[in-house]
């Protein structure tokens, strides 16, 4: 139930393609659903969320769609860059709680 | 741009020593969070911080654990008696606020090894 469910595992874009990373979730008590970028040896940095209000957020490059029905939310970058190779993480957290409750993370690759 | 702060970015523990990682949060944040993530693992919140109090902490945060606010810029989280499970990244994040609409900003991390 508290569990976000990320996919895939790692992604391999070539420069200019879309990546496209997946998150589901099962409690419908998430109320805000954040995607952070961590890069070797940094911390996580937020990149873009969403509230489920709205069904999808753009903010240059980085788009999310949220589906609230399907429980789902997915991330896409658009004009991919080889500067977009980090790992991806969702994640959800309600509004009763502080934490944030993390997916397993993507692995981004992107070829020059 | 402000940063979460934390150190030392590296630190090696002989197994039931105490630990104390450190981190100056964001000047203006009063809300303060450690969060850990073993090697290859999703990162797992631990405990939230305001008002000189625990506000919500994860069942991994058992009774080796504390944090504490020494002073006005520094939040610590002190493992009492290390084990070797206790090796992961930890990383300490702030926020101005507890609300969503307020994120949290996290720190570089502090990489903990237990021999």
């Not at chain 1, 391999?12 to 879309?18: D, P, W, Y």
């Not at chain 2, 002989?14 to 993530?37: A, D, K, T």
Request: glycine share 6%; net charge neutral.
């Amino acid at each position: 139930q508290q569990q976000v469910k990320q996919s895939p595992q790692s992604l391999i874009v070539q420069k200019g393609g879309i990546s496209i990373i997946n998150c589901a979730y099962e409690n419908t008590a998430f109320d805000y659903f954040p995607w952070y970028q961590q890069f070797p040896g940094k911390g996580p940095a937020l990149l873009i969320a969403i509230r489920p209000d709205v069904s999808e957020k753009k903010e240059g490059r980085f788009t999310i769609s949220f589906n609230k029905s399907a429980k789902q939310f997915s991330l896409h970058i658009m004009d991919s860059q080889p500067g977009d190779s980090a790992t991806y993480f969702c994640a959800a957290r309600m509004d009763s709680s502080y934490k944030l409750i993390f997916g397993s993370g993507t692995r981004l690759l992107v070829r020059p | 741009e402000p940063e979460v702060t934390q150190t030392p970015s590296h630190q090696v523990t002989q197994m039931g020593q105490e630990v104390i990682l450190r981190c100056v949060p964001i000047s203006n944040h009063l809300y303060f969070y450690w969060y850990r993530q073993i090697l290859g693992q999703k990162v797992e919140f631990l405990v939230s911080f305001y008002n000189n109090e625990i506000s919500e902490k994860s069942e991994i945060f058992d009774d080796q654990f504390s944090v504490e606010r020494p002073d006005g810029s520094n939040f610590t989280l002190k493992i009492r008696s290390t084990k070797l499970e206790d090796s992961a990244m930890y990383f300490c994040a702030s926020s101005e606020a507890g609300t969503w609409a307020q994120p949290q900003h996290f720190g570089d991390g502090t990489r903990l090894s237990i021999l």
